[in-house]
């Protein structure tokens, strides 16, 4: 090569540096934010809605649980899940009426407002044309998960007498759906904005569930409805549910096990409703409310079987009786234990509409499925992430807590809503501190704790989960290994909080504490 080729060649490899150093100035200017405009162009214009990458959708149901077509053909569950992004401004219109006036008119309103558009569609929402239900995400997960057909998710066992003294069947299972109005799906949607990493702090103070917002839940069994006089005439869904709740499903044979799953018809025993309300007499700022199934009534439209057990609107935090408890049906004369005392609770004391059945603690309101030693509110107002709290002191391991002593009542107290409920100490409740990371309130929505719950289960490395026991809690361990730095020594290890089950009853593991 001549010498003014070389020189020529050389220039250009200097031009060709010169630009590359000067390229790569500026991506290291912006990656630092350093310069005003890098900094500028990040950021969204003003009064725009920061927006998130296209989220996947969430699934509807359990794969493993939707029916093979070889023995089912019918429609499958869709989750409803285009929550609204702004807050709905209109109220249902119940909500102005006085809950407390005429209690069973209320309810039945809440009845008639979650049953438009419904009936017609078999509650399959996504065709109602009157207004738009939701249903929460991550409830398909794990082995209580939805199934395919209504979107079931497995709950409770029902124990032997609970429905009535003359249902002997012990292995029976509840299985149930729950629905958000708009109000309520704005906010699933404000929490599960970001489908890789659920924000509780939008369900917590001073967020929360706004004014309006209506949940309810479908509750069914597959007790045989022979067995109990209210499930005469009874409502019916087929759902691809386990052959009972726990195996063994038949005595004779120890060796059989509840897979696969089989298809079932499942009685309508129970309907629950929560109402986000500002009406000054609910001191929580809900209202909890049951119906039961009575199909004696014999009503052509089965639905309309649906007759309001009660109301509650608070726990009746200084009641510590426990003479109206009534566990299970055990004589003939099967009857409903109404407590006149109680100030927060008002059941139908009606015995030609409502079936006997099993309250609450005390008296307090609970369905017939429901845990009989707690209420809908107790247990409702421990949502929060993490569950750091038992839902009822009974489910808690070690010798059991006296009903009504101080740890007790602890789960009796009226929280106010979106309030975390933290946890409290045996044996005289002193309240828990240093749980960390804090807990966030989920608004009472014990659906909403299970779905970051799952979540986590699933994606233990989100920002928004704990730490899972038995790793490292500080980022510079991770940060040495990561960067092949020596390995840091073992030291111990700050005790973490327990994280409970969130089950409608005392978990498997702990069984007989009734
Ligand atoms: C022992 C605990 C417990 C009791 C008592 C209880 N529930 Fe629940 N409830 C749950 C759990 C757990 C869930 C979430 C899983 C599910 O959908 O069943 C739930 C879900 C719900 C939902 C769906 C919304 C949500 O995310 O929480 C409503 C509405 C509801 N319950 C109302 C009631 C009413 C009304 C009562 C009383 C008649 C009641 N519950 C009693 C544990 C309980």
């Known amino acids: ?77 869709v989750l409803s899940q285009n ?99 708009d109000l309520g799906g704005y906010t699933i949607g404000q929490v599960w904005a970001d489908h890789m990493n659920p924000d509780p702090s939008k369900s917590s103070r001073p967020n929360g569930f706004p004014i309006g917002t209506v949940i309810f839940k479908l509750l069914f069994v597959d007790v045989p409805p022979t067995q109990v006089k209210s499930l005469t005439n009874p409502k019916q869904w087929q759902a691809y549910v386990d052959t009972c709740y726990k195996a063994p499903c038949d005595p004779q044979q120890p060796n059989n096990s509840n897979n696969p799953r089989v298809l079932k018809q499942m009685s309508l025993i129970q309907m629950d409703i929560a109402v986000r309300t500002d009406d000054k007499q609910a001191p929580t700022g809900w209202l909890f409310g049951t119906f039961q199934y009575n199909g004696a009534l014999g ?13 509650m609107w608070g726990n009746d935090a200084t009641d510590r009786g426990d003479t109206y408890t009534q566990t299970s049906f055990t004589g003939p004369n099967d009857q409903t234990k109404i407590n006149p005392k109680l100030k927060e609770t008002v059941i139908n004391d009606d015995p030609n509409e409502l079936p006997p059945t099993h309250l609450g603690w005390n008296g307090r309101l609970n369905g017939p499925v429901d845990n009989p030693v707690s209420s809908c509110m107790s247990c409702h107002m421990t949502a929060q992430f993490p569950s750091y709290a038992a839902l009822n002191p009974s489910f808690l391991p070690g010798p059991q807590t006296k009903r009504g002593s101080n740890f007790w009542m ?66 510079s361990d991770k940060a040495a290994v990561i960067l092949g730095g020596a390995r840091p020594r073992a030291r111990p290890r700050a005790k973490r909080a327990v994280v409970h089950p969130i089950v409608r009853d005392v978990p498997e593991s702990r069984p007989n504490r009734r």
């Open 410 to 475: 602890k789960w009796f107290q009226d929280i106010d809503c979106a309030t975390p409920f933290g946890n409290y100490l045996p044996p005289n409740g002193a309240p828990q501190t240093g749980l960390n990371p804090s807990p966030l309130s989920t608004d009472f929505s014990l659906q909403l704790s299970i779905s970051i719950t799952n979540f986590c289960a699933a994606n233990p490395h989100a920002p928004v989960c704990p730490p899972p026991a038995g790793e490292s809690e500080d980022a």
């Open 83 to 181: 929550y609204p992004t702004e807050r709905p401004n209109t109220r249902p219109d119940f909500l102005s009426s006085d809950f407390k006036a005429d209690w069973k008119a209320y309810m039945m309103k809440v009845r008639d407002y979650c049953f438009e558009g419904n009936l017609d569609v078999d509650f399959r929402v996504e065709h109602n044309k009157t207004r738009a239900w939701y249903h929460m995400p991550w409830q398909d997960y794990g082995p209580q998960g939805r199934e395919g057909i209504h979107g079931l998710t497995k709950e409770a066992r029902v124990q032997v007498q609970q429905l009535a003294s003359s249902q002997t069947y012990n292995n029976g299972q509840t299985y149930a759906v729950g629905f958000f109005n």
């Open 299 to 311: 009503r052509p439209n089965g639905w309309e079987n649906l007759i309001p057990v009660g109301l």
């Open 1 to 77: 090569m001549s010498q003014q080729g070389m020189n020529a060649a050389l220039l250009k490899r200097l031009v060709l540096c010169l630009a590359l150093l000067l390229l790569g100035g500026i991506l290291v200017a912006r990656h630092l934010g350093g310069g005003e405009h890098g900094a500028a162009a990040s950021e969204p214009p003003p009064g725009a809605a920061q927006k998130l990458a296209a989220q996947p959708a969430f699934p509807s149901a359990n794969p493993q649980f939707i029916p093979p077509p070889s023995i089912y053909s019918g429609p499958l569950f």
